[in-house]
């Protein structure tokens, strides 16, 4: 039995991946910001669905904005199971448009969930994970870490800002025989979307609004017509959690064939090149790869 924390479990990637390990026989608590507001539906929805199925799945607050917050949540994950083994860091949000039209708030306003959040939550998980010397940090990052696209600028910045962060830890924790790793994602049928936020500027939007118009209709078309699931991305975490210490893989590509190899081919030259200049660096041996 695994003792995982999730944030960002009231929907999307979040919620299928928590539901999924507790009803593999895992003690899971899941994040939710704001449960007795705009989350409150979706914390009596998992609390029911604990009980009826008899399965160890429990709501904690954790509002990722808030080192405080991530804080009490690790607190509270270890005071009733007295470990922790996993880490999801899944809540996120997307600010899609033009790049000139956003201000610098908006720009730190999508860093603070996507980047600080999961930076939050592993800097309080991290102190007891090194102490038990095992576990994992698992990333929900995004294809676009490695392609960007137009009009996703803001989220793939914060998304390779991520990955940057998973790759550091990855070295950097290995010593102490913790983990960190991270899944690339497609875009798939989630609710992410409907909660994007708009650049604010109308004016700065509006030069833009024919390319940022057919853009969105050409892509909308597209996962109309083959909408993916997220469940194989929740499968794919699950299978992360799961894995035996040692055999998993920095980056786990979850999406259509034709991307998956893409992304890989990039993946797979960022190592060898990781390995060449660290080598030229003097520093090799303090790389795990």
């Given at each position: 039995m695994t003792v995982a924390l999730a944030s960002g479990a009231s929907t999307g990637f979040g919620r299928l991946t928590v539901e999924a390990l507790?009803?593999?026989g895992h003690q899971v608590f899941a994040g939710l910001r704001d449960i007795g507001g705009r989350n409150e539906k979706a914390a009596a929805e998992l609390a029911a669905i604990a009980a009826a199925e008899a399965i160890d799945l429990r709501v904690v607050e954790l509002d990722v904005t808030d080192q405080a917050s991530a804080d009490r949540a690790v607190a509270?994950?270890?005071?009733?199971?007295?470990?922790?083994?996993a880490v999801v860091n899944n809540a996120g949000m997307i600010f899609p448009g033009p790049v000139e039209a956003f201000t610098a708030e908006e720009a730190q306003r999508q860093f603070d969930v996507n980047v600080f959040g999961a930076l939050r939550v592993s800097r309080a998980a991290l102190p007891w994970l090194r102490r038990q010397g095992s576990g994992v940090l698992i990333q929900v990052g995004s294809t676009s870490s490695r392609v960007t696209i137009p009009y996703s600028g803001?989220?793939?910045?914060?998304?390779?800002?991520?990955?940057?962060?998973?790759?550091a830890w990855h070295h950097e924790l290995?010593?102490?025989g913790v983990e960190s790793v991270i899944v690339d994602a497609a875009p798939h049928s989630t609710n992410i979307g409907v909660n994007a936020v708009m650049p604010a500027d109308a004016a700065r939007m509006g030069a833009y609004a024919?390319?940022?118009?057919?853009?969105?209709?050409?892509?909308?078309?597209?996962?109309?017509q083959a909408p993916a699931d997220p469940r194989v991305v929740?499968?794919?975490?699950?299978a992360l959690v799961e894995s035996p210490a040692g055999e998993r893989p920095l980056r786990t590509v979850v999406a259509p064939a034709s991307q998956r190899d893409a992304i890989r081919s990039v993946n797979t030259a960022a190592t060898e090149a990781a390995r060449a200049v660290s080598a030229d660096m003097g520093v090799a041996a303090f790389l795990a790869l």
């Open positions: 507790a009803r593999r509270a994950v270890i005071d009733a199971a007295g470990r922790i083994d803001l989220y793939a910045a914060s998304k390779a800002a991520l990955a940057g962060l998973t790759e290995a010593p102490f024919e390319g940022f118009g057919g853009f969105v209709a050409a892509l909308s078309e597209r996962q109309t929740s499968d794919a975490i699950v």
